[in-house]
C-alpha cells in the first residue's frame, strides 16, 4: 500500500489545515461563480423559457434583459460606475421598443444594438478595437464560464440548515417544470386545460422544447455576464498602436488633390445638386427616379470613403508638429465639411423621391442611415479642433444607439402608412399591396383610409399574437381596439 499524501508541516499554517483551507478560498473567491449570480441566472433563464417567444414581439425581451442586466450588476461586485449604468439604461431602453413597436425588423435592430451596447456596458472600451471585441465577448467565453461556475457550484450544495436562496431555486425550477409539462398536458386533453387554466391561468409554454433551449441560452448569456463583470478583459491593449507618421508632402498632397475634387464637384454641381423639382423638370429625358437613384448611391458611397480616408490620414500625421496639426486640421475639416455638403445632397435626392413615389422601409432606413453618417462627420469636426479623440469611437456608438431610439420613436412603419395616406388624398395613387406588407404600427393611418381602400390593406397585416401579460405589445394592442370597433371586410381584387 501506498503511504497516504500528507502536506509538508512547512506549508500548513499553524492554525491548522482547515483554516488554511479557508484562507485559499477567500483569496481565490474571484475563480468561482458568487451565489448570488448563480441563481439570478437561473432566475433570467426561467423567465425567457415561461415569457420569451423570439416571433412574438412583446415586452418579454425587456422583462428577460432586465434580469440578465441584474445578474451582471448587482449580484456581482465591483458596483457599477455612474457611466456603465447609463449605457446599461440605454441598453434596456432599445429592447422596451419590443414593447410599444411591432415591426419585427424595426425590433431585430434594436435587440442587435442592445446586445452590443449592453457589451460595452460589461467590458467597457475606448478604441475601435475594444469596442468590436466587447460586443462579441460573450461569444469568447464559454469554456471559463463553464469552468467559473462548476466552482461555483460548490456554494449550492446542500448543508445542514435550509437557504433562503436554495428553496427558491427549487421553486424556480418547479414553476418552468410545471409550465412546460402542464402545457403539455393542456394540449392533450381540454379538460385538463380547464383546470390548468384555474391554476396559473397567464402561462402557455408553446414548442416546449425550443423554449427550454432558449431559458438554457439565456442562462447561460447571464452566467457569462456576470463572468465579464468579475473579471473584465482588456480589450484596449489589443488596440494597434500609433500608425508610423510619414513627412508632410506624402499626406498633404493626396488630401489637398481630394478637398480640390470635392470643391470642384460640389461647385459645378450646385445646381444638378439641389435643383429638386426645377431641375427635374427643365431637364429633358430626366426623371425623378433617374436623379435620386444616379446620384443617391454613388454619395452614399462618397460619404463611407471619406470616412475611411479621414481615419487613415490621421494615423499618418506627425501630432508632435505643430505645423502638421495645423495642416491637417485645415486639409481633414474641409475634406469633412464638404463631405457634410455631399450627405445633404444625398438626403435630398432621396427626399424628391420618397415625395414623388411613396417612402418605404428601404427608403427611410437608408436616409435615417445617411443622416447618422451627418453626425458622425460632425464629430470628427469637433474631434479634430484638438487632434485628438480618445472619445470618439464612443460617442460613434452612442450615437448610433440614440439615432436608432430616435429612428424608433418616428414609428417608421406608422410613417410611412402616414405619408402615403397623406399622398393618396392629394393624387389618389397607393401602393395597397405593398402597405398591407406594413406591421400593426400602421393600422391607426390606414384606418383613415376610405373603404374599400381600407380593408384592402389592412387584410394583410396580422394583428395576432398572445393575450397574455408578458406578450403585452402597445402597438399591437391599439391595432385590436382598432379593427375590434371596425372590422376589416371582404377585399375583392379591382375593388379601388
Not at 58 to 76: Q, R
Not at 312 to 321: F, I, L, M
Not at 382 to 406: Q, T
Request: proline share 5%; glycine share 8%.
Amino acid at each position: 500500500m501506498t503511504a497516504p499524501t500528507t502536506i509538508p508541516p512547512e506549508f500548513v499554517p499553524p492554525d491548522g489545515l482547515w483554516r488554511w483551507r479557508r484562507d485559499v478560498w477567500r483569496r481565490d473567491r474571484t475563480s468561482m461563480a458568487p451565489r448570488g449570480a448563480l441563481v439570478a441566472a437561473l432566475t433570467a433563464g426561467t423567465i425567457a423559457t415561461l415569457t420569451l417567444q423570439v416571433t412574438v414581439v412583446s415586452i418579454a425581451y425587456l422583462l428577460t434583459g432586465a434580469a440578465v442586466a441584474a445578474t451582471a450588476f448587482v449580484t456581482v461586485r465591483p458596483r457599477p460606475t455612474p457611466l456603465q449604468l447609463v449605457v446599461v439604461v440605454g441598453a434596456l431602453a432599445l429592447l422596451a421598443v419590443a414593447a410599444l413597436r411591432g415591426a419585427d425588423w424595426l425590433v431585430a435592430l434594436c435587440v442587435v444594438a442592445s446586445w452590443v451596447v449592453g457589451s460595452v456596458a460589461l467590458v467597457g472600451g475606448w478604441t475601435w478595437t475594444g469596442l468590436a471585441l466587447a460586443s462579441v465577448a460573450l461569444w469568447l467565453t464559454p469554456v471559463r464560464v463553464t469552468g467559473w461556475v462548476r466552482r461555483g457550484r460548490a456554494r449550492l450544495r446542500p448543508g445542514r440548515r435550509v437557504e433562503p436562496v436554495r428553496v427558491f431555486v427549487v421553486a424556480a425550477i418547479s414553476v418552468a417544470l410545471l409550465a412546460v409539462f402542464g402545457s403539455l398536458f393542456v394540449s392533450a386533453d381540454p379538460e385538463f386545460g380547464r383546470l390548468f387554466d384555474a391554476a396559473l391561468p397567464d402561462v402557455r409554454v408553446g414548442n416546449p422544447a425550443g423554449r427550454v433551449l432558449l431559458g438554457l441560452f439565456v442562462v447561460g448569456v447571464a452566467s457569462a455576464s456576470a463572468y465579464l463583470r468579475r473579471r473584465t478583459p482588456r480589450f484596449d491593449a489589443l488596440a494597434p498602436g500609433p500608425g508610423h507618421p510619414l513627412a508632410r508632402w506624402e499626406w498633404a498632397v493626396p488630401l489637398a488633390l481630394l478637398d480640390a475634387l470635392f470643391v470642384g464637384f460640389v461647385a459645378v454641381q450646385v445646381r444638378v445638386l439641389f435643383g429638386g423639382d426645377r431641375h427635374v423638370r427643365d431637364t429633358v429625358g430626366l426623371t425623378y427616379a433617374n436623379y435620386a437613384r444616379q446620384g443617391f448611391w454613388q454619395l452614399a458611397a462618397v460619404t463611407v470613403l471619406t470616412l475611411v480616408v479621414v481615419a487613415v490620414a490621421v494615423r499618418k500625421v506627425d501630432r508632435r508638429s505643430a505645423g502638421d496639426r495645423a495642416l491637417a486640421r485645415v486639409l481633414l475639416g474641409l475634406l469633412c465639411g464638404l463631405g457634410l455638403v455631399v450627405v445633404a445632397s444625398a438626403v435630398h435626392r432621396m427626399s424628391l423621391y420618397e415625395n414623388e413615389f411613396g417612402f418605404t422601409r428601404l427608403r427611410l432606413s437608408v436616409m435615417a442611415t445617411e443622416l447618422w453618417l451627418g453626425v458622425v462627420f460632425v464629430l470628427l469636426l469637433l474631434a479634430g479642433i484638438r487632434m485628438s479623440a480618445r472619445w470618439l469611437p464612443r460617442a460613434v456608438l452612442a450615437s448610433a444607439a440614440i439615432g436608432l431610439l430616435g429612428f424608433a420613436a418616428l414609428n417608421p412603419d406608422g410613417y410611412i402608412a402616414e405619408r402615403n395616406v397623406q399622398r393618396y388624398a392629394a393624387t389618389g395613387d397607393i401602393d395597397v399591396a405593398y402597405l398591407g406588407g406594413l406591421s400593426v404600427d400602421a393600422v391607426p393611418a390606414l384606418d383613415r383610409l376610405a373603404e374599400p381602400v381600407r380593408s384592402c390593406a389592412l387584410s394583410g397585416i396580422d394583428v395576432g399574437g398572445g393575450t397574455a401579460w408578458f406578450e403585452y405589445n402597445a402597438a399591437r394592442s391599439r391595432a385590436r381596439e382598432i379593427l375590434r370597433d371596425r372590422p376589416v371586410m371582404a377585399c375583392t381584387h379591382g375593388s379601388w
